[in-house]
Every structure is written in structure tokens, then in C-alpha cells.
């Protein structure tokens, strides 16, 4: 499951349209339902409209009407090589805080089907702010 996963993500590279930054970003989000939602960075001319791989992944699925997730695998490198982890940004912790459950959804970060490394997303976002905040 995660291996491919990361296979999917890494063959997905080619489509990242990192014009500016050249580095290219893929991700490979597993809902609940069992459905995948591929995502890469998209990034603007006007630099700030840029989304990342994550968010991508995730607004196609909300936009589907699929809210609940399991696991996001994430990879990317400077013009598609991957030599590096690549941790989402803060931006998108914080979506994945909003649709998800912080003890039980899953985080792989990855290089290649054989070097990765896991992690909850209360892990890479402690005290996070969400739904439940806003009840009072
Ligand atoms: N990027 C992502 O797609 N995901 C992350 O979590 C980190 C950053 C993208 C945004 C931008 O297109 C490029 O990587 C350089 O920041």
C-alpha cells in the first residue's frame, strides 16, 4: 500500500508545474472510502496563488464530496529528483488539520519505495488548531 503509494507520487512528478521554483512536489492521498487523490504543486506567476501538492490532493477530494483520509504520502525535489524528505509546509498541516483526525492520520514522507519515514499528523502539528476549537 505505501509503496505504491510512493510509486505513484514519484511517477506523478512529471506532472508538478513548478515553473518558478523547480521543485517539483507529488503526493498521493488515500480516503477513507479507499479512493486516491493525486496532487502536485501548481504554482502562479503571481507567485502567491501557488498550491502545493497536498492541498491539491485534498481539494479534489473535498470538492468530490470525500471528507474523511487515511494517509498522505508526499514527495518532491529540486526539477522532479528526489535525494530528500520533503515535510509538508505549515499551510498544509493545517488543511490536513481541518479534515482529518490528528491521532490517526498518517504522514509518509519518502525518497523511494525503500526510504521513508512515518508519521501522525499530531506529530508534525502538536496543539493544532480545528473544529472542535471553534465549538467553544
Ligand atoms: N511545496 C509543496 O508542494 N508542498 C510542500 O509541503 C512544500 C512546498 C511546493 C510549493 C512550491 O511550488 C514549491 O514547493 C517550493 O516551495
Do not use: H
Amino acid at each position: 500500500m505505501i509503496k505504491e503509494d510512493i510509486r505513484l507520487a514519484l511517477d506523478n512528478l512529471k506532472f508538478s508545474r513548478a515553473i518558478y521554483s523547480n521543485f517539483k512536489v507529488s503526493s498521493v492521498l488515500t480516503a477513507k472510502n479507499g479512493k486516491k487523490y493525486t496532487g502536485v504543486n501548481i504554482e502562479s506567476a503571481s507567485y502567491t496563488p501557488t498550491i502545493c501538492a497536498e492541498r491539491t490532493a485534498f481539494f479534489k477530494a473535498v470538492s468530490e464530496g470525500v471528507l474523511e483520509f487515511e494517509s498522505i504520502v508526499i514527495v518532491g525535489g529540486k526539477n522532479g529528483k528526489v535525494t530528500n524528505l520533503t515535510p509538508p509546509c505549515g499551510v498544509c498541516r493545517q488543511v490536513m488539520m481541518d479534515y482529518c483526525d490528528p491521532k490517526t492520520f498518517k504522514i509518509i514522507i519518502a525518497i523511494d519505495e525503500d526510504n521513508y519515514q512515518e508519521y501522525t499528523l499530531e506529530q508534525l502539528l502538536p496543539l493544532g488548531f480545528g473544529a472542535k476549537n471553534l465549538e467553544g
